[in-house]
């Protein structure tokens, strides 16, 4: 016979509940590396780079220009003409801190006229950024 202390209970009933706390947690994390990506992804110009062997990694750039084959130029992802490059540069560089030294990054099409590219870099230098780097592609790369 069994013992009474060892009865077996009825099942409790209860309702199943969604619990919402980690699901909220693994969309703020989701959104966190969505919004983290977005920043990072560069706008899809249509630029074939001219290939170099000598070329470095870049780290950071700071400021980025970017001269279509057409010679259209992007500066920081917007588009801008030759003769309004000089005040949107200056308006970029207010909002820089003067703590760091402010670099420029080049991107180029290789069918690009050269005179464009010395007027490029001359702006450039013309609102005192001095460090500036072309953006190549490595031999037999993309």
């Known amino acids: 016979m069994l013992d009474p202390r060892c009865r077996l209970r009825t099942p409790v009933r209860e309702t199943p509940q969604l619990l919402l706390t980690p699901f909220i947690d693994i969309l703020l994390v989701v959104l966190c590396f969505v919004l983290?990506?977005?920043?990072?992804?560069?706008?899809?110009l249509d630029v074939k780079l001219p290939e170099a062997k000598t070329g470095q990694i870049l780290?950071?750039?700071?400021?980025?220009?970017?001269?279509k084959r057409d010679s259209e130029i992007?500066?920081?992802?917007?588009?801008?003409?030759?003769?309004?490059?000089?005040?949107?540069?200056?308006?970029?560089?207010?909002?820089?801190?003067?703590?760091a030294?402010?670099?420029a990054v080049i991107q180029g099409d290789q069918q690009i006229p050269y005179a464009v590219l010395v007027k490029v870099m001359d702006i450039l230098r013309a609102q005192g950024i001095t460090d500036l780097s072309l953006l190549t592609d490595s031999p037999g790369g993309s």
């Open 101 to 103: 030294p402010v670099s």
């Open 36 to 44: 983290a990506i977005s920043f990072q992804i560069r706008a899809a």
């Open 74 to 99: 992007i500066f920081q992802g917007k588009p801008v003409t030759l003769e309004g490059l000089a005040a949107v540069i200056r308006q970029s560089l207010a909002k820089l801190s003067k703590a």
């Open 59 to 67: 780290t950071e750039g700071r400021l980025t220009v970017a001269i």
